[in-house]
């Protein structure tokens, strides 16, 4: 099974987003063991393809960044920053041993109320130990995609998190700012199949290599 997420990047301030990410995922993993559970990140919008993918193996347990909003309008980004989370379980016998689990493994009703159990009220911290705010869980609902295995049973959790984006917590200190030049860029050029193709569409000079 899958473990947590990376560790954060030396030379770069945690900050908020990444921080809450980190401790809302290593306090589902206190209460769904990494050694039982799957867990993964869920992009925005999800496809079946992308979801099925995900979900090869359960118990899963994903977490998916939704937004922050601020509505102050103030020098400070503060406001709520929305994470989901979400639960699928997979039981070929029916659909009352996927809500309500069998000798081999619980339901989707007993992990759903677990996670709310686990999250709702926890305090966030950075790499640093700094609070970044409370989790406050708004809904958690019974949920299915078009195309997704009918096998499955999931839930998602809707978690609110109070928090603000300030320069001095996410922007790396001047010292620090050759890291930058180690960044790898891919380029994705529709249709270009030469060199002369490229340097058209991106106006820089490129060299191909045949093999």
């Known amino acids: 099974m899958s473990g947590g997420l990376p560790a954060f990047v030396a030379g770069i301030p945690d900050g908020p987003l990444p921080g809450i990410g980190r401790s809302i995922q290593a306090r589902l993993q206190q209460v769904f063991p990494p050694a039982k559970f799957e867990f993964g990140i869920v992009p925005a919008n999800v496809t079946a393809k992308q979801w099925n993918k995900l979900t090869v193996r359960t118990p899963f347990i994903g977490l998916g960044w939704t937004m922050m909003q601020d509505r102050t309008e103030s020098p400070l980004f503060k406001g709520i920053c929305a994470w ?89 200190n001047p010292a620090d700012l050759g890291l930058f030049q180690t960044l790898a860029i891919d380029w994705n050029f529709t249709g270009a199949s030469s060199a002369t193709d490229l340097n058209d569409v991106a106006g820089i000079p490129v060299t191909m290599e045949s093999s």
């Open 84 to 172: 989901n989370v979400f639960i699928a379980v997979m039981n070929e016998r029916g659909l009352k041993e996927r809500y309500f689990g069998d000798a081999q493994a619980p339901g989707l009703l007993h992990l759903a109320q677990i996670a709310v159990a686990a999250v709702n009220g926890m305090k966030t911290t950075d790499a640093g130990g700094n609070g970044l705010g409370s989790v406050f869980v708004r809904r958690v609902a019974n949920a299915h995609g078009e195309n997704f295995d009918e096998n499955q049973a999931i839930a998602v959790l809707d978690l609110e998190v109070v928090t603000t984006i300030q320069a001095a917590d996410v922007i790396p």
